[in-house]
């Protein structure tokens, strides 16, 4: 099983809204990825948490805020967004095992402030 | 740091045809991995192929193809026999899990089109 399950599909949302998004792994990686997607660009990192370690990609503005509640699953926690923060937010999960190195992603949440 | 590039914006192929996208990518680092995503509109990345860099041995799977060029660091992707359902983007990303949290490094994309 190499699934990574994301809750809500979609999220329209104003700007003063407090929303969060979900991000569910039961392949026992230790390692969750936020990774935003404007269209026809490619995946650009938020967060890592790496071995309950996290990781921040210094670029993203504080609006956003990852939770790791366990191993299994990484939440994003969104309040007052920009019109600009509307994208595709695509989780995913990796592993290191006898060598080989797989990130396999989640089907993602279309974000669109109002 | 390092860098992917994909120097193919669009390509086109005729279906049960070959077709080749290109992918480079710098780095200083011996130990990495490489990976070819598939995003079709639907949006999932899907996983294509792998190559870890400690093997000579250039991955396959099914239709599915690398040449790795490790001196060269030059990773392209051989889609053989295309079938309409192969259109999407692809994107080449790179990892070094082992300096880092394993983040992927991605190429623009390169958007494929099958001609039925």
């Known amino acids: 099983d190499t699934e990574v399950t994301q809750t809500p599909k979609h999220l329209v949302m104003g700007m003063t809204n407090k929303k969060s998004l979900k991000c569910e792994q039961h392949?026992?990686?230790?390692?969750m990825y936020w990774y935003k997607q404007k269209a026809k660009k490619p995946p650009e990192l938020m967060f890592v948490?790496?071995?309950?370690?996290?990781?921040i990609n210094e670029s993203v503005p504080s609006r956003f805020s990852p939770e790791c509640p366990n191993s299994s699953l990484l939440n994003l926690h969104l309040h007052a967004l920009q019109p600009e923060d509307s994208a595709l937010y695509l989780c995913?999960?990796?592993?290191?095992?006898?060598?080989?190195?797989?990130?396999?992603f989640g089907p993602g949440t279309r974000l669109t402030v109002t | 740091a390092q860098t992917v590039t994909q120097s193919q914006p669009e390509m086109s192929v005729q279906e049960a045809e070959t077709v080749t996208l290109s992918c480079t990518y710098d780095?200083?680092?011996?130990?990495?991995?490489l990976f070819w995503y598939k995003q079709p509109p639907s949006r999932q990345m899907i996983l294509v192929i792998r190559?870890?860099?400690?093997?000579?041995q250039n991955a396959t799977e099914n239709r599915f193809s690398v040449n790795f060029q490790k001196a060269a660091k030059s990773f392209s992707l051989k889609i053989s026999d295309s079938q309409l359902g192969d259109a999407a983007m692809y994107f080449c990303a790179y990892s070094n899990y082992g300096g880092s949290q394993g983040n992927l490094i991605f190429g623009k994309g390169t958007k494929l089109s099958v001609k039925p």
């Open positions: 392949m026992g990686h230790r390692a």
């Open positions: 190559q870890e860099a400690y093997k000579q």
């Open positions: 948490y790496s071995y309950e370690k996290l990781s």
């Open positions: 995913a999960s990796s592993q290191v095992s006898g060598g080989r190195y797989e990130q396999y």
């Open positions: 780095t200083s680092e011996s130990d990495y991995y």
